[in-house]
Every structure is written in C-alpha cells, then in structure tokens.
C-alpha cells in the first residue's frame, strides 16, 4: 500500500522514510490477538472496530470542549487537539526564553533538523503493533524542546478531545518531549471523550530527560466513558536525570497503558505510578517497564487499581536490569481492591535480572476492603456503602499524594473525592 | 433501663465465650467490668458494638427497649452506642477531623437533621478537642496513623465526645497508656457522664477506676459474671488478684 493519500499532517522526506517503514513494520505486525504475550489478557482485535478510519478528522469543536476549556484557569498553559487537528484558537502557548512548543506539524515545517534528531527514536517498531501503527499514519501532537537549565514552574497542559462521528475512527496522536541538561518541566496528557459516542485513538509520546533534568508528568484519563485508548510512552532518562509519571483512569471502555522508562546514565531514576477505577465493564490494562542499562539507577513502582462491577484490571510490571547496571535499585508494588464479585484482576510483575549487585523487590496484593477498617468506621455510624468510599478513598489516596505537581495533585483530589461521591 | 443483657449466649470458632450473660444497665450509671484475660470481656464489648465475628446462639440485648442483635454495627452507633475500641485502626489519608465530619452528618441525616455547617462544626471540634487536650494539628493528621498507643486512645475519647453517645462502651482503654494520658482520658470521661448517658468500662486494672469511679464493679469469669459489688471490688481485685474469685465460684485455673 501507498501511504501518501492517507496522510495530511506531519510531512517531509525524512519522516516519510520512517512513514513508509513504520507501515511495512505494521503490515507485519497486524492488531495483536490474545495468542500474543503481551496481550493475553487485554484481547484487543475484539475490542476495537473492524475497520479503521485513519485520517484525521477537522471536526467542529462542539459544547463540551468550549465549556471545559471555559472552565479552565484563563492563565494555564495549554495546546488544544481535537480529533487529532492541532487548534490554535483554543491554545494558550507559553513564550517562554528556552522553550519551543508547537504542534508536532509545525515543529516539522520550521525546525526539521531538531524534530528528527529525536523523532520515532524510543520506538521499536519491529515489535510494538500501535506505535508502528501510529508512527505511519501520525495526524498531529505537541512538541516541546526545553534548552539546557531552564526551569518552567506552570505546567503545561496537552488537552486531547475526541467527538469522533464514526465508530471506525482511529485517531492516531503523538507527542515529543526533549527536556535538554538541567532543565525542568512539568506536563499534563488530558484525554477526553468529548461526545456521548464510543471513541478510539492510539496515543504515543516520546520523551527524554537529559542529564540532571526532570520531567513530571501526569496522563489524565479522567472524563473517558466509552474510550477505547491505547498509549505508549517511551522514555529515555540520561545521568542524574529524573522521571516521574502517574497515571489515573477514573472512567474507560478499554484503555491500555504501555509506559517504559530505560536508564541509560548513572543515578537516573524514575518514578512511575498509576491509579485506576474500573467500573461496568471497563477493562483497563498497564503495561510497565523500566529498562535499568545504566548502574546506580533506581526505580520505583506504585500502581492501584479498585475495580467494581465486572471491570478487568491488568497489571503486568517489568523491571529489566541489564548487566552494566551494578547497584540498581528497583522497587515496584502493585496492588488492586475488588468491590465485586464479578470483577477480575490480572496482576504480573516480572524481573529479569542480569547483573548481581542489585536490590530489587516487588511486592503484588488484590483483595477486599479491610473488614476490622470498615467495622471501624460503621461503629462510628457511617452507613457501611459510605465507609466503603472512605476506605476506597484511603487506598487510593496514596497514589495522588506521589504526584509532583501541586495544583494537579489538588485537583485530582478533589476530582477523587469527587469519583467516591465524598462531601467533605 | 438502658441496655439488657438478658441470657446472651456467644460462640466463636464453636467455642462457647459468653454463657448465659445478664447485665442491666440504666442512665446515669457507670459500670465497670473486670476480670482475668479470656473471659469475654471483649467479646461482650464487640457484640454489643455489632462485630460480624460472633455467633449468638440465643438470648437478647434490647437498648432503650430496641432489640440491638437485629441492627446492623452504623445503625446501633446513629442510636447512640459508642465503642473505644482496644485496638483502633489506621486510616491513611482521611484525617480525624473528615472523619468526624463523616460521622456527625451521618449522626444528624438519621435524626432528619440537616448537614452541620462548617462554622459549627469547628466550634465544636475545638470544644472536644479540649476535653482530651489534644492540639488542632492532631485532628488535621490521617486518623491514626502513626500515632502512639496512647495517642489513639485519646482520639477514641475525642470521638465519644464529639458523637455523645447514650451508652459506651470503654474496651481497655487504658491499657498502654502512661499515667498522664491516663488522667486525661479518665477526666474525658468525668466530663462526659451526665444523667442521661452510660457507660461500661471494661479493664484489667484497678488504676483506671481511681479516675473512673463506677457505680457497680463486676467481675467476670468463664463467659458470665460471677461477683457484682461497688468501687471496694475493684479495691478488693487489685489486692487479693482472681484467685479467691475463681475458688468461690468452685473452679481452680
């Protein structure tokens, strides 16, 4: 197949040959069965439509984006998306000395040389069905350049609608983050159902830290009632440097997180956490690894998840530790709450391990809600479905207190005491 | 009357603990119970409070005349029961202070009263935090976490006094505390009771009864109470142990 007539976005010589070879890399590939490892659990051909609309859509942007970007604080930085177009009217770009950021498109058309040092360089697209998916058929996303010691304290928002009017839409964004030596940035990945309709759209972001940057990052995935997301997230974190990444699902139909950190220079670290809700029949998948190449590098784990209903949940959390990687330090827990009967949890950690100074422990609990705890707080006299909230509330506390960002981390609170229905 | 144990008969695991148990209990009084380890006492304290663990073969607990066994532990606390608990439990995140707003509001939805308001509420948070000395910034910690044995204790007595209850229940509550935080949870207590409340303090020692002057002491063994007398009981305990107890009653440990 000729990918030209397919693509509308992001274009030149040079990303046409990674186009072209990311659509052969796919064609070999195909949408994973269950029959596939890594998606034994999470049948994804089941889950997404047929066929698939690939182009992007330049769709009117309807109530419910003007009435959540009216409800934003007027002063947040933030670049606007829907359906995979870039609008600038919706944005507010930060001009700030030592930040470029822009759509991925015109980052292309005005900066080439810089986009494609890093561009499609974190992908394996020999083995990763959605991102080689992705990087073929790519219709817009944010790219931010952030120059050696520069130090941005406002986060910056990256806000992804989606109002598809096809069920066969597949909207396919993609975001580039370079955080060069010393510097520091905070982002947001907000995804959004923008519609009363089912929508599909394969996310990819690639970021690197460089050597004693760092970079907090916070994929939302909040208002996605009948969303079937898929993300990848490749990061790379050089010396000194460090990630952190939480990511919380409140509503989803499936949505499935590929997130990788690889280490590759001494005292890296990086922080990846997630908190998520299942309810119905949401199926919701993370899929971790943390890649230690580099020695004296930590990591750290912390996912929840609280499934009702009959909600899936799926854990499966790598730590690589290669043989350079003397003194790594890795640590990861998983831990998930079934409210029902007739909601599953698959939880798989996996540690291989190739050199022998290191300290790793992982530690993986799916259970109920604690029966002394919630005695505890009926003997007090709240009706035991609210102390059931409270409880769900002091576990899942826990992974929004670890986010780095203050004005998220307090609206995340909010929006979790919000989710459990807690007037206090 | 305000609560009657009438022959209240408990297994766990199968295992008989309470056996054939009567106590009465009116307003206004303060009754102590005490006794050696594994007779019951908490036993008696949990199926009063409504824990799920016990299996009441027969018998009855009716409270202000309401059979208590067929409400569920929320719904005994909303009518006024209240349980210090032995071991109180950590609740990360969720600080004393919603906690309490937590339960207050469900206190006043059940008397089809309206949500305190928060002027209100404060007010009365600083009045109780008082009765137990406790500091603001204690109440805006997550409830119990990390606190000492004697900490929790006194945020169990924090919490009667912000629901004041009608009947309560003290499950040792002065076990593991120093004598200062024994003087302060006792003086809770002092300035709680009142003509229309009660409460059942169940401990192993004397001590706290120097602070707590109850109006009848019972002593308990083998599931049942055995021996019922005034403050000079307790005296007469802490003296001579159990032994003499266990001999009247014609068993020998």
Redesign the interface.
């Known amino acids: 197949m000729n990918i030209d007539n397919q693509f509308t976005a992001v274009e030149n010589d040079a990303t046409k040959l990674i186009r072209q070879k990311a659509y052969n890399a796919f064609e070999k590939l195909g949408i994973p069965t269950s029959r596939h490892e890594e998606w034994k659990y999470t049948n994804i051909k089941t889950k997404l439509s047929k066929e698939f609309i690939l182009t992007p859509l330049d769709s009117e942007v309807n109530n419910a984006v003007k009435n959540y970007i009216a409800s934003l604080p007027p002063y947040a930085f933030r670049l606007v998306f829907l359906n995979g177009v870039f609008h600038a009217e919706l944005s507010i770009i930060p001009e700030i000395e030592g930040l470029q950021i822009s759509s991925l498109k015109e980052a292309f058309a005005t900066n080439p040389s810089l986009v494609q040092k890093y561009y499609s360089k974190l992908i394996n697209l020999d083995s990763e069905h959605f991102a080689a998916l992705n990087t073929a058929f790519v219709s817009d996303g944010a790219f931010i350049h952030l120059r050696k010691n520069v130090v941005i304290d406002e986060p910056i928002y990256l806000h992804y609608f989606f109002t598809a009017s096809n069920a066969n839409t597949f909207s396919q964004t993609r975001n580039l983050v370079v955080v060069e030596d010393g510097a520091t940035i905070q982002l947001a990945e907000d995804f959004r159902n923008a519609s009363n309709i089912t929508v599909q759209y394969n996310h990819v972001s690639e970021m690197f830290v460089g050597k004693n940057a760092q970079l907090n990052l916070v994929k939302l995935q909040i208002e996605t009632k009948n969303v079937k997301g898929i993300h990848t997230l490749e990061t790379q974190i050089e010396r000194d440097g460090s990630f952190y990444v939480s990511a919380i699902t409140f509503e989803a139909d499936v949505i499935r997180n590929n997130i990788s950190a690889r280490l590759i220079g001494e005292n890296a670290h990086a922080d990846l956490s997630g908190l998520y809700f299942g309810k119905e029949n949401a199926h919701i998948d993370s899929h971790i690894l943390v890649d230690h190449i580099a020695p004296n590098c930590t990591s750290n784990q912390l996912y929840k998840g609280v499934l009702h209903d009959e909600a899936t949940g799926v854990f499966n959390g790598k730590i690589f530790v290669k043989q350079d990687a003397q003194k790594t330090n890795a640590f990861q827990s998983s831990k998930a709450i079934l409210r029902s009967k007739t909601a599953h949890v698959y939880s798989k950690p996996q540690l291989e391990i190739f050199a022998d100074d290191v300290k790793c422990s992982h530690g993986a609990a799916i259970g109920q809600l604690d029966e002394n705890a919630l005695f505890y707080l009926q003997a007090r006299g709240i009706e035991k479905e609210d102390a059931k909230q409270l409880l769900t509330y002091a576990f899942a506390h826990e992974v929004i207190d670890h986010i780095k960002t203050k004005p998220l981390r307090q609206f995340l609170c909010d929006k979790l005491k919000e989710e459990l229905k807690l007037n206090w | 009357m305000l609560l009657e144990v009438k022959n209240l008969n408990v297994k766990v695991n199968q295992k008989e603990i309470l056996k054939d148990f009567n106590l009465t209990i009116n307003a206004g009084e303060i009754h102590a119970i005490m006794g050696p380890n594994g007779t019951g006492k908490s036993t008696l304290a949990s199926v009063i ?4 663990d016990y299996d009441v073969t027969s018998g009855e607990i009716l409270y202000n005349g309401k059979n208590l066994l067929e409400m ?3 719904e ?3 009518e006024g029961v ?2 210090a ?1 032995q071991y ?2 950590e ?4 600080s004393t202070t ?2 309490m ?3 207050i509001n ?2 006043r939805k ?1 008397e089809g009263l309206e ?1 305190m308001d928060a002027k209100e509420f404060l007010k009365l948070m600083n009045e109780k935090r008082a009765v137990v000395e406790l500091s603001k910034e204690f109440t805006s910690r997550s409830l119990n976490e990390g606190f000492s044995g004697g900490e929790k204790k006194r945020n169990e007595i924090f ?1 009667m006094a912000m ?1 004041e209850p009608k009947l309560a229940v003290l499950d040792e509550t002065d076990s593991g505390l120093d004598i200062d935080a024994l003087r302060i949870v006792a003086s809770g207590v002092n300035k709680l009771r009142n003509s229309n409340n009660a409460f059942l303090v169940i401990t192993h020692y004397q001590r706290l009864l120097n602070y707590i002057v109850p109006d009848f002491v019972h002593v308990m063994y083998g599931g049942r109470i055995v021996k019922t007398g005034g403050k000079e009981l307790s005296l007469k305990l802490e003296e001579l142990g159990y032994d003499w107890i266990k001999e009247e009653v014609g068993e020998t440990v």
Not at chain 2, 49 to 52: D, F, L, P, R, Y
Not at chain 2, 91 to 94: A, D, F
């Open positions: 409070a409504g824990k799920k569920e532990p929320d005994r606390a909303r209240f349980l608990f109180p439990v609740i990360p995140g969720v919603n906690f707003k937590a339960a469900a206190k059940h949500q919490q629901l």
